[in-house]
Nanobody
Framework: QVQLVESGGGLVQAGDSLRLSCAFS????????MGWFRQAPGKEREFVAA????????DYEDSLKGRFTFSRDNAKNTVYLQMDSLKPEDTAVYYC??????????????????WGQGTQVTVSS
């Protein structure tokens, strides 16, 4: 069974940076598509970034391009989300997600089979 554990969240000021980590275990990491989503209070979970298991370009939510950077380290079974120039509207619980190889759309919550417990990011103004 796949397990995902996020870390790296916290309370920061507007303009600061954070790097979130997601440790993957239980299966062969390199065969899984990985993604990041977030959920603000009272809102639906929304797509942030993802990359297919086979590689290729990372897909980002358009409004986050240029500030957020997705990366994965297959040697460490870990994916990262580097968040720069943070804004108060980035405040949310950030979730790591995984699914096995396939062609389901990257940006849809139901495309993913496994989820971490989430890590809180709070950006003060």
């Amino acid at each position: 069974q796949v397990q995902l554990v996020e870390s790296g969240g916290g309370l920061v000021q507007a303009g600061d940076s954070l790097r979130l980590s997601c440790a993957f275990s239980g299966r062969t990491f390199s065969m899984y598509t990985m993604g990041w989503f977030r959920q603000a209070p009272g809102k639906e979970r929304e797509f942030v970034a993802a990359r297919r298991w086979s590689g290729g370009a990372t897909d980002y939510e358009d409004s986050l391009k240029g500030r957020f950077t997705f990366s994965r380290d297959n040697a460490k079974n870990t994916v990262y989300l580097q968040m720069d120039s943070l804004k108060p509207e980035d405040t949310a619980v950030y979730y790591c997600a995984a699914r096995s190889a396939g062609l389901k759309p990257l940006k849809i919550v139901r495309s993913y089979d496994y989820w971490g417990q989430g890590t809180q990011v709070t950006v003060s103004s």
